[in-house]
């Protein structure tokens, strides 16, 4: 198998970033917004090894309140990607509206599945209980700081794991985490404060070093997993003749 890219399944870049400023990166990067402006104006990007996703996060008060389901569900026709969702147990709006909001996005989801990065901070059980009332496929957990117990339960409901640098701290948490289950991420700006010099998007190499030496792999046989991992998402999904075509034939080799 010729070496692939590097997968960065959660990172935040402005939408207005040059197209090779994208392609610098070498990597196949998810792009998260925050909100279905920020979405609108991505989307009409065209770059072949970024996916840029239909936002709306739960610690930004405008953005919740604006939520428009029709709006939503319109883009992420345009989209395999959906992200950044869920709850967060420590944001200033009020968690009827971020279950509301999130209640809503899980049924458009339910009927158009996505792949789907989901923010769970403070608020991991609020998460799985709004999971298991609306199951869907192609969820991604990411930045999980879930226990055994409600490691299991994510399991359960098949979600997937998104894991960045700042996880590599709690080995004890990532050795939880089914190898069959795991991608890498960034959370670019956030989550790879820890990660040194010259951290971007993209950047997940130390992620695969540690999951490479706690399962005893290489870490090329680790990227292949991620790779093989992906393509499972998108196939329960069913959504990847949205993806850019470079993918898609990267997709195919892995299978």
């Not at 939503?72 to 420590?90: H, N, Q, R, W």
């Not at 991991?124 to 869907?136: F, G, K, M, N, Q």
Request: aromatic share 6%; net charge neutral; glycine share 8%.
């Amino acid at each position: 198998m010729r070496q692939l890219p590097s997968i960065d399944m959660h990172a935040h870049i402005e939408a207005d970033i040059t197209p090779d400023g994208l392609l610098d990166l070498g990597s196949l990067v998810f792009a998260a917004t925050r909100s279905l402006d920020e979405a609108a104006r991505a989307l009409n990007r065209s770059d072949p090894w970024t996916v840029w996703g239909v936002g709306c996060h739960p610690g930004l008060v405008g953005v919740q309140k604006e939520f428009d389901q029709a709006r939503f569900t319109a883009l992420i026709g345009m989209t395999p990607y959906v992200s950044e969702i869920g709850l967060d147990g420590k944001s200033r709006v009020p968690m009827s509206t971020q279950r509301a909001t999130f209640d809503a996005i899980l049924a458009a989801l339910q009927a158009t599945p996505r792949l789907a990065s989901i923010h769970s901070f403070a608020a991991t059980d609020a998460v799985l209980e709004c999971l298991t009332r609306r199951p869907i496929d192609g969820a991604v957990l990411h930045w999980w700081l879930g226990d055994t117990e409600q490691t299991r339960r994510a399991i359960e409901l098949d979600c997937f794991f998104s894991v960045n640098a700042s996880m590599l701290r709690h080995p004890e948490l990532l050795s939880r985490l089914p190898p069959g289950r795991v991608l890498a991420e960034t959370d670019h700006p956030f989550g790879d404060r820890l990660a040194g010099r010259g951290r971007r998007p993209g950047k997940v190499e130390n992620v695969e070093r540690a999951l490479a030496g706690l399962h005893g792999l290489d870490q090329t046989a680790v990227r292949e997993a991620m790779w093989r991992n992906l393509a499972e998402l998108v196939r329960s999904t069913k959504c990847g003749s949205l993806l850019p075509r470079p993918v898609r034939v990267a997709l195919a080799a892995v299978v």
